[in-house]
Each structure stands twice: as C-alpha cells, then as structure tokens.
C-alpha cells in the first residue's frame, strides 16, 4: 500500500502543477492557481500519515517505509525548485514570459550553483533522516529496523557523493571554451592579422596602387612603342 501511495502522490504531484500553472496563465485566474499549487505539499503530509498508520498497525518496517521517508525529504529539498523552474518555463511559453535563465556552465558561478544544489540534497537529507530515525525510535528496540538504518547509510552515502561533486566544480572549475580557436581577450583583427585590400594579390605585395604584372603578361603593342619613343629621342 505504501509504494502505491507513493506513486500517487508523483501523479498527483505533477497533475497539480500542471492544473495550477493551467489556471494561472491560460485561464487568467492567478489566485485559483497559486492555491491549487499551495496543496502540494499536503500530498506528503498523505503520505506521512498512511505510513505512520501503516507501522502503528502492526506492519512490520522494511524499504517500502524508508523509500516513503527519502520521498518526502526529496520532495522538501527539490519540490519547490522543481515548481519554480516549470513555472518560469510554462510562463515563458504560454504567457509570454522572459525565458528562464539557464543554469550556469562555466566557472565560479557553476561551482556557486552545484553548490545551491548539494545544499538542497542535504535539506532532503536531512529530512529523510530525522523521519527515518523517529521511524526507528517508534518501532522500538524490539522491531526490526535494520531496513530503515540501511536507508539512513544510503542518504548520507548520496549527500557525500553530491558533496563531492559539487566540490569538484570549485577545486577544478570549469573554463569556458575560446570561440574560434582565439585566445582569452584576443580579438578577431589580432587572430587573422592584417587583411589584404579587395583585389589582385601581387598589389598588395608589391605596395602599389595597380596590379602588378609579370613581362610575359605584357602586350607587345606596348612594348613596341616604348622602343618607338627611345628613338625619337635620340
């Protein structure tokens, strides 16, 4: 019964966001939507209840009641960034909204954000845990509650592993790629060098205003009357 109502609750989840965002921006009714988005967090408070029920009848703890556990400290750490982000993007489509800035990929402000999001593991963290062990405190030494501490290692051992992550963007930041091969602060006239004015080649070589040209290229009209002139002169 657990894994069912968990499963509800994700549908349920989505089909409110969905229904809310619908009536903010499709529907103009701003006030509706924001109180349909309000009842989000009941769906864990559902599920808290159910599965504190659920042990108190006699149901004997295993996986099913620590994955409800890592549900709802999930859904506390990531739920309302989740919503914040398909609002901007449901806005932008719909509503002719500023499109949602994208998450940064390059440098300190990289590292800044994976560390936003390894701080948000560690709220849903943080939660998993304080409901998993009030979970081991009410079943009582005489319970089995070997599936519930071993929902508690696998928390903390994701938490470390984020962390770890999102250390590795600060240690070892990422750089931003040079566009077009060119150096950091170098622009596109000292990458390519100096541009040779439209027009014949040998001109630009040769530093003269028409194009040169080679003496076999040279019509024999013309150089028979230069033989012409010379012998005037003489």
């Known amino acids: 019964m657990v894994v069912t109502l968990i499963l509800v609750c994700e549908i349920a989840f989505w089909v409110l966001l969905m229904a809310g965002l619908s009536l903010r921006y499709l529907a103009r009714m701003p006030r509706t939507g924001a109180a349909l988005l309000l009842c989000e967090p009941l769906l ?4 808290l209840v159910v599965t504190a029920i659920d042990l108190k009848n006699g149901a004997e703890p295993d996986w099913k009641h620590g994955l409800a556990a890592v549900y709802i400290g999930y859904t506390v750490g990531y739920g309302h960034y989740t919503v914040k982000r398909i609002d901007g993007h449901f806005a932008h489509r719909f509503a002719g909204g500023p499109p949602p800035a994208r998450p940064p990929k390059y440098g300190a402000a990289r590292a800044r954000h994976e560390g936003a999001l390894w701080l ?3 709220l849903a963290a943080a939660v998993a845990l304080v409901l998993l062990q009030g979970a081991v405190w009410y079943v009582g030494e005489d319970g089995e509650t070997g599936s519930l501490v071993s929902w508690q290692a696998t928390v903390l051992r994701v938490a470390g592993i984020h962390g770890l992550i999102a250390l590795s963007y600060a240690l070892w930041p990422k750089k931003a790629p040079a566009e077009d091969g060119r150096k950091d602060g170098e622009t596109n006239a000292e990458k390519d060098g ?24 040279v019509p024999d009209l013309l150089v028979r009357r230069t033989g012409e002139d010379e012998q005037q002169i003489r």
């Not at 864990?44 to 599920?47: A, G, K, N």
């Not at 100096?194 to 290229?217: E, F, M, N, V």
């Open 44 to 47: 864990e408070v559902v599920l």
């Open 120 to 122: 948000r593991t560690v």
């Open 194 to 217: 100096p541009k040779a004015p439209a027009g014949d080649g040998a001109a630009w070589r040769t530093g003269s205003a028409l194009p040169a040209r080679d003496p076999q290229d």
